[in-house]
């Protein structure tokens, strides 16, 4: 009997939860594919996303999607702040649904880290200008860190302001049909930048203590979790560590899981680094999975559901990770995109009878 292929339920406030068919979660992936730069996905995510969904996996969450045009980490990012994008991503999770997967969404807003060039062939990390369809950023502090063109530091209004913008794009997104939303606060982006003192330097009730610091995401996660139906777990996303005893540590990251769980987040991710140069360990085979264990730990006993990710390919691998006990699931991001159909041969591999492989039922005359 497979663990990663054993069913959860992500448990929510109404106390009924979410059950997942396995424990194979798609992790975000940005695809810089709208084309129109307007936010509004397209038919290329409908079938990159409706085929992870195919392919087996318990949830798929559609990848960073700003909750404000300017929280784009490039122009041809997407988008949830109108209803044209409304219903564009309401076709991409009828269609995650129709193929037995769980539609889930990252909601991310990039700070600092916005207006960037795509991520696309020949493209590489640097500022959009204005000039060329870029716009001014945000962020905790003007900080020189992340090596892009200065972010203004965002004043008490603005936040008041940003605060209300997530709601609004949680609000949509159950109206698109998602039934996860996991808040963004790794990598770097905005709310990282206000968690981890690399770049925040603050001085309002917003910088300077761990209070202080977690304020912004404890507020956001209040907000959001006010309009997010009562049925659907609210997930979150953190960088663990930035690597360095100066920045964002795992001791942090452990207690602030603990507050948010009691403020109704049930679903933590735990990845890490995302701000100036990368100091942690050689990345790979399950190089960040550690990191899940601990947060994990420190969640022992409140049933919530810690997933680990960072280099993650096979199924075997996956599997050792949930049987020692270091997480609930397993996200899966490059090796999903080279094998949609990942989870299903991770089944495979794993024993699972053909009758109980997750893929979608016109793939099943393949099995033999
Ligand atoms: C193409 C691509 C796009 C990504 N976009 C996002 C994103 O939108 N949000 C996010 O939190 N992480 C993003 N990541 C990071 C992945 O979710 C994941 O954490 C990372 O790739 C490590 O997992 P892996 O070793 O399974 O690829 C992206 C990674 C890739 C390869």
């Not at 603005?158 to 039934?179: N, P, T």
């Not at 049930?266 to 890490?272: G, H, V």
């Amino acid at each position: 009997m497979s663990t990663l292929f054993s069913p959860v339920t992500l448990s929510t406030p109404d106390g009924d939860g979410l059950a997942l068919r396995n424990r194979a979660v798609v992790a975000p992936m940005c695809q810089y594919s709208v084309d129109a730069e307007d936010g509004v996905p397209t038919d290329w995510h409908l079938s990159h996303l409706g085929a992870l969904a195919a392919g087996g996996f318990g949830l798929v969450i559609a990848e960073a999607t700003a909750v404000v045009p300017e929280g784009r980490i490039s122009p041809r990012d997407t988008g949830l702040w109108n209803d044209e994008q409304t219903r564009a991503w309401k076709r991409i999770t009828d269609l995650i649904r129709a193929n037995g997967s769980v539609p889930g969404l990252q909601l991310a807003h990039a700070g600092a880290k916005a207006s960037t060039e795509p991520m696309l062939p020949g493209l590489r990390e640097a500022s959009v200008p204005e000039s060329e369809g870029g716009w001014q950023t945000v962020s905790s502090s003007v900080s020189d860190v992340f090596g892009l063109a200065p972010a203004r530091e965002l004043t008490g209004e603005d936040i008041e302001q940003l605060v209300a913008d997530w709601a609004a794009a949680a609000r949509r997104a159950d109206e698109a049909g998602f039934d996860v939303v996991q808040i963004h606060a790794a990598h770097g982006y905005l709310l990282h930048q206000f968690l981890s003192p690399l770049a925040n330097t603050r001085t309002d009730e917003y910088g300077g203590s761990y209070e202080n610091r977690t304020r912004l995401v404890k507020r956001i996660v209040e907000a959001v979790r006010a309009e997010w139906p009562a049925h659907k777990p609210l997930a979150i996303r953190f960088s663990g560590t930035d690597w360095t005893e100066d920045g964002w540590t795992l001791a942090e990251t452990v207690r602030l899981a603990g507050e948010l769980r009691a403020l109704g987040v049930t679903a933590f991710d735990i990845s890490s680094a995302g701000i100036g140069r990368y100091a942690g360990p050689k990345s790979g085979p399950g190089y960040q999975t550690a990191l899940a264990a601990a947060v994990r730990a420190g969640l022992e006993g409140t049933d919530s559901f810690v997933t680990a990710v960072g280099m993650i390919t096979t199924g075997v691998q996956a599997e050792h990770v949930l049987v020692t006990g270091q997480a609930d699931g397993v996200a899966i991001a490059r090796a999903a995109l080279e094998n949609p159909h990942w989870a299903a041969v991770a089944a495979r591999e794993l024993g699972v009878p053909a009758e109980e492989n997750p893929r979608a039922t016109p793939l099943w005359r393949g099995h033999w």
